[in-house]
């Protein structure tokens, strides 16, 4: 008889062990030679050493299936401990989903536009993803880099955005530099949480796998074998996309994404983003990608609303 344990380090065990254990039950009939005892972030086996090899084969095919689609059922146990260690829905089409987010929801490019950004990435590595609030560019984007990272396309991500003082001064806000910029950033936040579970995303956070700055912490930098995202674009000056730009470094992708209808520059055909896509429109390798109103997939008013100013005159 031997002992072996098993440490979770960057999934959470709770998420894997199932509601009330329930998927520990199942693998403790399945492998009814081995003591199987979960406790906190590890599991602990007890048996022959031929039985624990057996469970242990099985055991990182699970693990595997909860990395890629982040969430583990009694049905994936039963196909991957049977021998079939592939998850397949006929109702998914496998060519639309980018990445499966947490609870296994698939995160798919879903308008036209969308589509575009997949199709454009296979055949440049800079994209600029043009669009009005609302038509998934960042959202699409942040997706597109977490499976190059899961498929270990980069080794790192990085997500950056101007902070423009758009009426709020950033030295009244209280707290040290990280809580002063941090507000600028959630949307960014929000997208990883969407995409990641909350232990493995603060692990890769921490270990600077994924890394989210302000725009002016990129100066000086070289990003190699990185997927780097620039939103907000628009509110650039054209020394500011430039100095980002050419920060890109050997096998490295990058996204650029913004909305030139809502610059918050001092005046808007300062906008480095505006004059960067007549720039660099025709060079081979970088994309330009303009999603629009049909692309608006939050609540039904939001493309009303967009529709409605595209059609004012207020400036």
């Known amino acids: 008889m031997v002992e072996k344990i098993i440490y979770f380090e960057t999934i959470d065990p709770i998420d894997f062990f199932g509601v009330n254990n329930s998927n520990i039950d199942l693998l403790k009939t399945k492998f009814p030679k081995i003591k199987i005892i979960a406790r906190g972030n590890e599991l602990k086996l007890i ?5 624990i090899l057996k469970f ?17 059922s009694n049905s ?3 196909k991957i401990t049977n021998g079939n260690v592939e998850k397949e829905s006929a109702s998914i089409n496998n060519h639309d989903v980018i990445v499966f987010g947490n609870n296994g929801k698939a995160i798919k490019a879903i308008t036209a536009n969308q589509k575009v950004m997949l199709e454009k990435y296979d055949h440049n590595d800079m994209i600029f993803a043009i669009g009005p609030a609302g038509s998934g560019k960042t959202y699409t984007a942040i997706a597109m880099a977490v499976r190059a990272l899961k498929n270990k396309e980069v080794k790192r991500i990085i997500l950056s955005r101007p902070a423009v003082e758009a009426g709020e001064r950033l030295g009244f806000l209280p707290g040290d530099i990280k809580d002063k910029i941090d507000p600028y950033l959630q949307p960014l936040y929000d997208a990883l949480f969407d995409m990641l579970p909350s232990r493995k995303l603060e692990s890769l956070m921490k270990d600077g796998v994924i890394q989210i700055a302000p725009l002016a912490f990129m100066r000086g930098r070289t990003l190699d074998n990185a997927f780097v995202i620039l939103d907000e674009a628009q509110n650039t000056t054209l020394n500011q996309l430039k100095m980002f730009l050419t920060r890109m470094g050997k096998s490295s992708k990058f996204i650029v994404t913004g909305d030139i209808t809502q610059i918050d520059l001092p005046r808007k055909r300062d906008s480095g983003l505006i004059q960067a896509i007549n720039i660099l429109k025709d060079i081979k390798g970088i994309a330009i990608v303009y999603l629009d109103t049909a692309d608006i997939l939050r609540h039904k008013l939001v493309k009303l609303i967009v529709e409605a100013y595209e059609k004012s005159n207020i400036k």
């Open 56 to 72: 242990e084969e099985k055991f990182a095919s699970l693990v595997k299936h909860f990395e890629k689609y982040n969430d583990l």
């Open 76 to 78: 994936d146990i039963e």
């Open 47 to 51: 048996g022959e050493e031929d039985e």
